[in-house]
């Protein structure tokens, strides 16, 4: 008898992705630039988050179309973005057979105070979380895996860095703690005592956590690794990268392929800082960014979801 | 939560036993993919384990893990700093798993005389959770399928050892062990510790061999 869907099989891909770079691409030629790159698996989505960021408007899940192609564009897996709450997308993404659905405050929230119940699906599930109670949050709704927040479509890793030790540093002091402590934990945390105590014990989140947002060199990817992540979410930061794609296309390609690629090895080498400095060599120019610390609260992605 | 696997059984305890005699340096390639989970199971059943990222750090193994994970950035990884030449002159037991698998397979590091089908069984929602059966052992083993591939052909010289439905699912040739599930993400150690019995023949193997020839190690 074969069991599909279990939280097993959910959060063992997760597993399965670590030490890996996970990039965003909007259609199949992107898709195929990054797995030749090296990326460990592809998120799709309509916009990166950067032309989000610039030009406004709701932001939805991309066209199956788009989606299909992707999917027969790699063999690498496939992940797909919807808004927070929008089960309806959810269950379309789950439909096209996406590997991993990730419920994103990249997108437009679609409810402004429920998550999407991810137990009720086979595919499993990546969120977002800027503390330790919102991961656990997302952990108890049925996330197979955390990506901590950073400000996304920015290419400033501050936000990424500030949530990053937010997080690990609330489950080093949960490790310290008394057990008769870990009740009062879990009301200021906001998140389940089971889960707090579990944490506590493990001294880890149970499902596997990488970062996102604000990542654009092979450094800041270094960064995140030694800070505790699991792996890397890169969106904006390479394909908004290099010459202008539509003076020079070709140029553009090369100088995205090499910067993916550059990312890919300062994940895996992020401890050795000669490979570091070798692959940040002659990479181009890094996407410009906007600093996260300028933006306006109403144009902050990162404090979506709840 | 993920991780906690009670309701599984433990190896059996003169399997604990036989890994136990003497630490055996295990590396596990360390370069993309589940290499924490190889890590604990190698270090519960008393093997000393390094994690392999450049050639350099296969000196002096007995064996080698290459683990689940995604095998064309596996392999574009290994490529680059010559890890791929370096594990196809590797001489010890080599345990691959899933993508691990597919990297020794004949089309790619070519040390594994098997062709395999990638993701056969489906994407994502297709991964499962079912009991192999064993050859010479009552237990069954509860498996771990994560996309995970599917062996199209197998050259005379692999056993099977693991079946589901009739398709061979646990294999090996000589030195080599080959899985298409994850046992990395299940207590059940048994696997593991029949892995570290291969690497201590091999290991007795190559020490016989070089007493022999004289101080040089004539491999396989």
Known sequence: MAEYGTLRVKTGLAEMLKGGVIMDVVDAPQARIAEEAGACAVMALERVPADIRRDGGVARMSDPQRIREIQEAVSIPVMAKCRIGHFAEAQILEALEVDYIDESEVLTPASLSHHVDKWQFTVPFVCGATNLGEALRRISEGAAMIRTKGEAGTGDIVNAETHMRAVFGAIRELKTARDDELYSAAKEHQAPYELVRWVAENGRLPVVTFTAGGIATPADASLCMQLGADGIFVGSGIFKSGRDPVIEHEGWVEDVSRRARAIVEATTHFEDAKVLAEVSTGLGQPMVGISASSLPDEERLEVRGW | ?220
């Open chain 2, 1 to 220: 939560m993920a991780g906690s696997d009670e309701a599984y059984p433990a190896a059996t305890p003169d399997l604990h036993f036989a890994s136990m005699q003497e630490a055996l340096r295990i590396g596990v390639l360390a370069l993309q993919g589940a290499f924490r989970e190889h890590a604990r199971s190698l270090s519960r059943l008393g093997a000393e384990v390094v994690e392999v990222r450049k050639p350099e750090d296969l000196d002096g193994l007995d064996g080698l893990v290459v683990p689940g994970g995604e095998s064309t950035t596996i392999m574009q990884l290994a490529e680059l700093y010559g890890l791929d030449d370096a594990m196809r002159h590797f001489e010890g037991a080599v345990f691959g798993t899933c993508a691990g698998m597919i990297v020794l397979d004949r089309e790619h590091l070519g040390l594994a005389d098997l062709e395999v089908d990638r993701n056969a069984y489906g994407r994502q929602v297709w991964s499962f959770e079912a009991d192999v059966d064993l050859a010479g052992d009552d237990l069954p083993l509860h498996g771990v399928f994560i996309r995970a591939p599917r062996i199209r052909e197998l050259g005379a010289g692999v056993e099977i050892i693991g079946e589901l439905h009739g398709d061979p699912v646990l294999v090996r040739e000589g030195r080599l062990l080959l899985a298409t599930f994850h046992p990395e993400l299940t207590d059940d150690l048994r696997v593991h510790a029949y892995f570290l019995d291969l690497a201590r023949k091999r290991k007795a193997e190559r020490k016989l061999a070089m007493t022999t020839t004289g101080g040089v190690d004539v491999g396989a």
